[in-house]
Nanobody, 124 residues
Framework: QVQLVESGGGLVQAGGSLRLTCAASGRTFSFFSALGWFRQTPGKEREFVAAITWGTGSTYYADSVKGRFTISKDNAKNTVYLQMSSLNVEDTAVYYC????????????????WGQGTQVTVSS
């Protein structure tokens, strides 16, 4: 069983930055596994934001955040980060950390584990 705990959400003005943190525990992650972030707003489906492979650190981003968000990891701390810059009101959502045994499952929206989510609100 994997536990994922997000932190770092909050209220920020448009154009500002936030860094989300996801602390993972409960399992040693394999080389081919991935961690990532999704987000969801009321009435909409959860959408993929970014992912990173545990072994090589390869990254993948949704087009809507490419160039503004950066995902990174600290293997020693079992932690993944999402640095968000140039935020706009459309980025307002609950952000969820996720873990998948395979990178493909992550980017196709089928991770194995989810965190509880952290709210990010961007004001205009």
């Amino acid at each position: 069983q994997v536990q994922l705990v997000e932190s770092g959400g909050g209220l920020v003005q448009a154009g500002g930055s936030l860094r989300l943190t996801c602390a993972a525990s409960g399992r040693t992650f394999s080389f081919f596994s991935a961690l990532g972030w999704f987000r969801q707003t009321p009435g909409k489906e959860r959408e993929f934001v970014a992912a990173i492979t545990w072994g090589t650190g390869s990254t993948y981003y949704a087009d809507s955040v490419k160039g503004r968000f950066t995902i990174s990891k600290d293997n020693a701390k079992n932690t993944v980060y999402l640095q968000m810059s140039s935020l706009n009101v459309e980025d307002t959502a609950v952000y969820y950390c996720a873990q998948a045994g395979r990178y493909g499952a992550m980017v196709s929206g089928r991770p194995d584990y989810w965190g509880q989510g952290t709210q990010v609100t961007v004001s205009s």
